[in-house]
Structures are given as C-alpha cells and as structure tokens.
C-alpha cells in the first residue's frame, strides 16, 4: 500500500486527524507498512488518542482501501490526497492542512483562477444582501472565483449569485461530503456542482458531524482563497474565525462596514480596527492584487449617471440619504424639509427604481 492510500484509509475510515497522522508519521519509518505493525507497536504510538489505536487495529480486519473507494465511487464522490498533483496548492501549504479533501464537482478551476473567501452573517440585513450580491457578481464577473461555507445567509447568496457570472463557486462543507448540512442548501450544492464548481469537504462519508467541524472548515476557505471578505458580521460569529485563519494564513482580510445600529456590523467594524481593508466596492479588493492592477476601470456610479430623471424632490432626498449611508424616516423628513406625506411617495419612488432600499421599517440606505 502507497502512502496516498495509508493516508486515505486512516482519514476516511479510521477518522484520524491531520496531527495525528504527522504524530504517527514520526514514530514509524515507513507508515506505508500499517498493515503490518504488530498491535503492541500501535497501542504503543505515543500522543495518539486510545480510540484512534483501537479503530486502526479493528478495521484493519474489517474495510480495506479497495471496500472504502468502493464506498466512495457508489456514493460519486471523488477525493484527492495532499500528494496529489490534483490537491490545491494554496491549501497544501496551511497550518493543518487536511490531508485528503472529498468532493462533488470539479475542482481544477481552483488552481487555474483568482479565488475570493466571501463570509458573513446566517441573518444578513437587507443592506447585507445588497452588499453581497453586488461584490460577488462583479468578482464573478471577472472570472474570480468565489469560495464560501454553504451555509444559510451571506455564504449562500454569494454562491447564488456567483452563479450568475463567469467564474465558478465552491462550497466547503463542515459535514460529511454525503451528509451535507443545511439540508435548505442541498439544492445550491446541485447548482454549484452542475456549474463545473464543486462541494468539498474533509470529511469522508459515512461521519458523525460534531460541531468543531464547522469552526475548522474555515481554515479551508480562507486556505482556498487569495483574499476574504466579511459581509456583516456580529462580534461572536464564524466569519470571524474565518478572518482569524486567513490572517494566519498571510491572506488579506477585507471588512465592508456597515450601519452602526446594528450588532451586524460590530464584527466586520472591529476588523476594521484591527487592519482589514475596509472595502466600499471591489476596486478596494482588486487593487491589492497585480493580477489585476492593469484591469481595474473606476466607475462613476453615482446615481444621476442612471437613465432616470428625477425631480428636485427626489434629488433632495437622495442626495441626503447619500450624505448619511442610512437614515430613519424622521431624520429624512427633517433635513429635507419635506413633509411626510410628500416623502412617503418619493421614498416609494426610489424604492422601485432600485436607487435605495428599506435595510428595516423607516431606515434607508443607497444601493451601493
């Protein structure tokens, strides 16, 4: 047995750790002869878990390589080793790199194309959706691709919506590759995989999900990627553990601020303050990278460059809303000197022009 197999069977079937394996891997001269220690000598691996010894000596004698590829190609999911020429390189060289990755897809577009993180908060305001959709289309639309958690909120509106465009998406999973969690997404993960993206995850099938996984699939996106970028998210949140890993990693963190009312922006504001790049369109994201110095177009977007005529009203009110990023309908009113019974219908007017949405009931804020 070659030592990509080894690696295979203790990740897949025995449930080893990356560490474990590199604790085992120092202690033997070949671990490529597992098959072959005596008991004594695996009871005897120090700083390796008792359960793990006792599955490496039960399924020894219960599943070999050949019974788990079996598994796997029933199932259609392929894997690639940390060996092989297949395996992202920007991953291979992390902290704890995973040694095996599972997958449904085609995951060759990764080492090919420019690879942005995109993570967020699981319940994004309507600013947030906006704010992700327009960065991930426009990444997208430069053939960048987009990696992200698959899990409900900003992951999945940035798969959605990378979808659309021309690079391809990738969902990591902190779940079994046959047991992919939400089960809301499983429709996305078919979307992603039928685009030439790809679902990965390092856990093999047949696990049981413990809930570290999810904490620890983020070294994998931030791994994956050339850059992150935080979309809302609370001070206590997983997209901070996503920054965490990618400033680690030597990855560039970008924070997109956001109202400060809401516990929504605390976590990307922090990061801000501790030196994310605060990131108010994809110019802030593109110019950190030579790839793209010489693509880069700065757009006017302001509004009055939109085929749209509006009033003197209407400018008023924009142009204010503009000036304070949000405001409740109360500060509008005010400043404008416009009664309410004449914003209400401007503020309808703009709403369905697509200049300004409601973020939450009498709070605006501009289209970014």
């Not at 009110?317 to 309410?340: A, H, M, P, R």
Request: proline share 2%; aromatic share 8%.
């Amino acid at each position: 047995m070659d030592k990509k197999d080894v690696y295979l069977w203790l990740y897949g079937v025995v449930g080893c750790s990356n560490l474990t394996i590199d604790k085992i891997e120092k202690q033997v001269i070949k671990i490529e002869d597992i098959f072959d220690f005596s008991n004594e000598t695996i009871y005897n691996f120090e700083s390796v878990n008792e359960k793990i010894k006792e599955n490496i000596i039960k399924y020894r004698k219960k599943v070999t390589i050949d019974d788990y590829k079996e598994m796997l190609y029933k199932k259609k999911v392929k894997y690639s080793i940390i060996l092989d020429e297949d395996y992202p390189k920007d991953l291979k060289n992390i902290y704890d790199a995973p040694k095996v990755i599972f997958y449904k897809g085609d995951i060759s577009n990764i080492g090919k194309n420019f690879s942005i993180g995109v993570v967020g908060s699981r319940k994004p305001t309507g600013y947030g959706v906006e704010c992700t959709k327009k960065i991930t289309r426009e990444l997208s639309e430069y053939g960048i691709n987009i990696i992200s958690g698959l899990a409900i909120g900003i992951d999945a509106i940035s798969h959605e919506t990378a979808l659309l465009g021309n690079g391809k998406t990738f969902g990591i999973l902190g779940s079994g590759i046959d047991n992919p969690l939400p089960k809301t997404n499983i429709r996305l993960m078919n979307k992603i995989v039928e685009s030439g993206g790809a679902v990965i995850s390092e856990h093999g099938i047949n696990k049981k999900v413990l809930p570290y996984y999810f904490a620890k699939r983020n070294r994998i996106i931030s791994g994956l990627s050339e850059g992150v970028i935080v979309i809302e998210a609370a001070i206590k949140s997983g997209a901070l553990i996503t920054a965490e890993f990618a400033a680690e990693q030597g990855r560039t963190v970008f924070a997109v601020p956001g109202s400060l009312f809401s516990e929504n922006s605390r976590g990307c504001h922090k990061l801000i303050k501790d030196g994310a790049k605060l990131t108010e369109s994809i110019d802030d994201i593109l110019e950190e990278f030579e790839t793209f110095k010489l693509k880069i177009i700065k757009k006017d977007e302001k509004y009055d460059n939109i085929n749209i005529k509006l009033s003197e009203f209407e400018n008023i009110v924009i142009d204010i809303i503009k000036k304070n990023g949000t405001i409740d309908i109360d500060s509008l009113c005010s400043q404008s000197k416009i009664g309410i019974e004449n914003v209400n219908p401007i503020i309808e007017k703009l709403k369905l022009y697509g200049l300004i949405f409601e973020i939450e009931k009498g709070v605006y804020s501009m289209k970014i």
